[in-house]
């Protein structure tokens, strides 16, 4: 689950992370009443959506024009930049050339910054351990800096029985250069920004950039944050966070219903049970010539209404010109999804090409009930067979469109 940058600061502030004053802005004129209650005489205007280069993004409406991100020097300025963004759609290297409308804004207090880094808190899954990487490089994207300048990221993994300890604190502080009064507020950040990571049940947590200010304090000038949606039953707090609006709105139904659905930029919709299978079968997909619409994890424990529910997803999708169904039985029975893709396909009027391959748990039943149900559908006989089916399909079905 994602947040904004004004939800992710106010969670790190409870826990004595330091971040700029700010205040969300719902309106325009919230905006103006937020400059009027910061200290200035520099603010900042910030669109909220959920992703990054919001700086160097451009508006829809102004190419040519300022990002998502304004320094402003004005009550008046700011009234201004916060019309410029709101409700209009920010291009940003993560929205892709769709975008997203900014509904939102957060205008903070303007800082006056000596240097820029790099801070992120993350799960190595090499290690099994939380890790911090730091930078001197801060403001760039940690991924061109691994490439070109490796020696300048710092890594610290904690032992998750001895948990965070000083030394760690004094390894990312001197790591990153910092000295004196800095070198002691950013131990005590770092110390802070685990303690949130942990608690919270972060998956991600990066500060981007962080800053040394005139006043050799460490702040948390930016902010992103990520959970685990699977403790989100134990974080109420972060839960009601949810931004419905940011969200596909397939992405959102997906949720509702428990299913793991990711949406791209093909054209054959994709139906598995399992991470492994779905990658498995997205990239035989590729290897045949066809481009994934989706990929729809159904899980192992779906009922069928739930493969109802993911079945209507896919069709849903008007970029979805076939659909293959790939499931390996186990918990989740054949004779499940047979059902769930009858009632489902009846419910639409299944109009584009269905390849189902089934194996394992009840398949027999499975397949039985698909070949009586009258539906128009492909049967296959393994993953090769039913990869290349769909994609001579699709190929079909689009041509005599």
């Not at 047979?338 to 419910?347: D, Q, T």
């Not at 009840?362 to 039985?368: I, R, T």
Request: hydrophobic letters at 40%; glycine letters at 10%.
């Amino acid at each position: 689950m994602n947040i904004h940058e004004y939800q992710a600061k106010e969670l790190l502030a409870k826990y004595g992370v330091a971040v700029p004053k700010g205040i969300p802005a719902m309106s325009v004129d919230e905006a103006v009443k937020a400059a009027g209650q910061l200290p200035g005489p520099l603010y900042v205007v910030k669109a909220q959506i959920h992703a990054g280069g919001r700086g160097a993004g451009k508006f829809k409406n102004n190419p040519t024009g300022k990002g998502g991100v304004r320094l402003c020097k004005s009550a008046d300025e700011v009234k201004a930049a916060a019309e410029a963004m709101m409700n209009q759609v920010l291009v940003t290297k993560q929205t892709g050339p769709e975008g997203k409308e900014v509904q939102r804004l957060y205008v903070t207090d303007g800082v006056d910054i000596k240097k820029e880094y790099y801070c992120s808190v993350v799960l190595d899954r090499k290690t099994s351990r939380i890790t911090f990487m730091t930078s001197t490089e801060g403001g760039m994207d940690i991924e061109e800096v691994a490439e070109k300048h490796p020696e300048k990221i710092t890594r610290v993994a904690i032992d998750p029985a001895a948990g965070f300890q000083g030394h760690h604190a004094r390894s990312l502080a001197f790591g990153l250069g910092l000295e004196g009064d800095a070198n002691k507020s950013g131990q005590k950040f770092f110390a802070a920004l685990y303690k949130a990571f942990t608690e919270l049940d972060c998956s991600i947590v990066e500060i981007n950039p962080l800053i040394v200010t005139d006043k050799n304090e460490v702040v948390a000038l930016d902010a992103k944050m990520n959970f685990d949606d699977n403790a989100l039953f134990r974080q109420k707090v972060v839960s009601d966070m949810r931004d419905e609006s940011e969200e596909d709105a397939n992405e959102k139904i997906a949720k509702d219903w428990e299913l793991s659905y990711v949406r791209m930029d093909g054209n054959i919709g994709c139906m598995v049970n399992g991470a492994g299978l779905a990658m498995a079968t997205m990239d035989i997909i590729k290897l045949y010539g066809g481009e994934p619409a989706n990929v729809l994890d159904v899980g192992g424990g779906a009922t069928t209404e739930r493969v109802t529910a993911a079945f209507k997803i896919i069709l849903s999708d008007k970029n979805v010109k076939g659909v293959l169904v790939n499931i390996f039985g186990g918990i989740m029975k054949c004779d499940i999804i047979a059902n769930g893709i009858i009632a489902a396909a009846k419910e639409v009027s299944l109009s584009v090409p269905l390849v189902v391959r089934l194996e394992g748990t009840n398949v027999k039943e499975g397949k039985d009930i698909l070949n009586n149900s009258g539906l128009p559908i492909i049967s296959a006989d393994n993953l090769e067979d039913a990869a290349k089916k769909v994609v001579e399909a699709t190929k079909k079905a689009q041509k005599a469109a």
